[in-house]
């Protein structure tokens, strides 16, 4: 079940981000929740907008994906608008 607050356009465009990046580098979704040491439902759901990501995921998530936190963080930042309204 998708709730609103993690379907907004906004958060929908940062996901896909996240995805394109993981795909990009070659890396399934279950081969990035091996990294994580979670299974590959956790994965899935993020990517399918039934759960929110926290911070600490997200850099667990692009420590996973060999990439600098940073580094993924402006690949999302550069899909959303230059003001982001809550």
């Not at 956790?42 to 759960?51: D, G, H, S």
Request: glycine share 2%; net charge positive.
């Amino acid at each position: 079940m998708q709730r609103g607050w993690v379907v907004s356009p906004d958060y929908r465009a940062v996901i896909d981000a996240l995805k394109d990046a993981r795909t990009k580098a070659e890396i399934s979704q279950r081969e990035l929740a091996r990294r994580l040491g979670k299974p590959p439902s956790f994965v899935n759901k993020i990517e399918q907008l039934e759960r929110r990501m926290d911070v600490l995921e997200f850099v667990a998530i692009a420590e996973a994906m060999n990439m600098q936190a940073n580094e993924l963080l402006k690949r999302m930042r550069s899909v959303l608008p230059e003001t982001i309204n809550l």
